[in-house]
């Protein structure tokens, strides 16, 4: 059975105080109200931005997180280590593909979130799968397209993740998670990424299974590509699947009006925007902005906003859950991966859409998660 948690980029927070936390406030009894024994392990996908993997660096630091994780029986299935900054309460929007692969600080920090990995108490995810750090679609896409330094930095990850399982006995991956408007943004485009990278001079074919993707099905349904074609379409390719992230993206209907997509406007994340055309052809914005929603009222399209999975919609505005068929469920349960929840917008979300708290919203989706996943 696939191991399936919550990513905790959802929790508000840069410090290790901060996320032990939120472990405690709502990750053990999120635990207990899912029925797990509390002498069973219970998975975790942590978010470590550079305050707390610089933490981790310090021998005393990272003794006592790893008491905490060891003491509550929380395992590790792998790291988000995509936004290296604060990540709540101020404007993130471009800024969260800061550094990106072109540049050495992202290796750095990347390298930190392995090495603290390696020494926290890891899921089981049986032999087919490795611990994973998921990480930028290599940059944000203003016209620069994969660079020397990307392909560089990249194939030097992989020979330090090589060195490191030999230290540690482990296995692992770097995930890559393509995301609407960046350098990796669809199956075409991550593709031909790897396909260049296979083909680099610095790159070793028994690197193959250390970088791999992170399947993020909010983002490939921004771009209305189906998530169980898409997630095929890579497993074709021979790329890694190291995780998925189930999510689902917010979907307006030509009975929307532009009142009805006001309560989505926020000044912290970037909210990539699709409207499709009466030909089936994509108008993309690079954010949901008070400019744009006139151009959107009345029309049918899909935004990079990430909505509960358990929220049904009103008829006016939806989401995309309806592409998670059942098909899609078996194929992720026949694959195995490790499977997230994804809602970190959820301090932004209208009131409207946090009726319930935070706890009681990530324990609805987790149990809808946990039952299509039995029930494929």
Known sequence: MNPVTYCMNVHPGESLDAIVKALEDVTLPLRDALGVDDEADFPIGLRLGSEAARALRVPESLRAFDAVLRRN???????????????????????????????????????????????????????????????????????????????????????????????????????????????????????????????????????????????????????????????????????????????AALEFTPYATARDLEPFLDDVYLHQTARREDDATLTCFPDLTREILPELAGRRGRIHYHVPLTWPGDGRLGSTRHALTSAFWRYVRAGGWPVEVETYAYFVYPDYLRTRTLSESLLADLNWVRAQLRNA
Not at 114 to 126: E, K, N, Q, S, V
């Open 73 to 247: 029986h929380l395992a590790v299935i792998g790291v988000n280590g995509f936004p290296y900054g604060p990540f709540h309460g101020c404007p993130v929007k471009t800024d969260v593909y800061e550094p990106d692969w072109a540049n050495p600080h992202r290796a750095a920090y990347t390298r930190d979130l392995f090495y603290a990995l390696t020494r926290l108490p890891g899921a089981d995810l049986g032999n087919d799968h490795r611990l994973s750090v998921t990480t930028a679609p290599l940059a944000y896409d203003r016209g620069q397209g994969f660079t020397e330094p990307m392909f560089r930095n990249v194939c030097a990850m992989a020979l330090f993740l090589r060195k490191l399982e030999g230290f540690t006995g482990l296995r692992l991956c770097l995930a890559l998670e393509p995301e609407p408007d960046c350098l990796l943004q669809d199956v075409t485009t991550t593709v031909d990424f790897f396909e260049r990278l296979w083909q680099h001079p610095d790159w070793n074919p028994a690197y193959r299974d250390l970088i791999g993707v992170c399947f993020d099905a909010c983002h490939f349904a921004v771009a209305y590509e189906d998530p169980l074609n898409a997630l095929r379409s890579l497993v074709s390719a021979n790329i890694p699947i190291a995780r998925v992230q189930v999510s």
